[in-house]
Nanobody, 122 residues
Framework: QVQLVESGGGLVQAGGSLRLSCAAS????????MGWYRQAPGKQRELVAA???????AYADSVKGRFTISRDNAKNTVYLQMNSLKPEDTAVYYC????????????????WGQGTQVTVSS
């Protein structure tokens, strides 16, 4: 089992920045990659970014150049630095453990955090 705990959400004005954190515990040696998803009201959950243990990363087109995913393996923590935030980035952000293939495709395992709300005001 893997436990994931997110933190760092909040309310920010458009153009501002936030950094989300996700601390992993449990059977983390089995984790190939970590990902951040988001879900806005009335919309499907979508992948925002993912990163392997070797720090190879993939991003959704909508966040490329604005968001950066990183990880600290010593702390078993993955981060999502979000800059130049837009109102359309408003969503609940979820951390996930999964598999990131060499083709950039991310396969989520059924390990999810509780989510953290990000609200961007215009």
């Amino acid at each position: 089992q893997v436990q994931l705990v997110e933190s760092g959400g909040g309310l920010v004005q458009a153009g501002g920045s936030l950094r989300l954190s996700c601390a992993a515990s449990g059977s983390i040696v089995s984790i190939n990659a970590m990902g951040w998803y988001r879900q806005a009201p009335g919309k499907q959950r979508e992948l925002v970014a993912a990163i392997t243990s070797g720090t190879s990363a993939a991003y959704a087109d909508s966040v490329k150049g604005r968001f950066t995913i990183s990880r600290d393996n010593a702390k078993n923590t993955v981060y999502l630095q979000m800059n130049s935030l837009k109102p359309e980035d408003t969503a609940v952000y979820y951390c996930n453990a999964g598999l990131l293939g060499t083709n950039g495709d991310y396969l989520p395992y059924n390990y999810w955090g509780q989510g953290t709300q990000v609200t961007v005001s215009s």
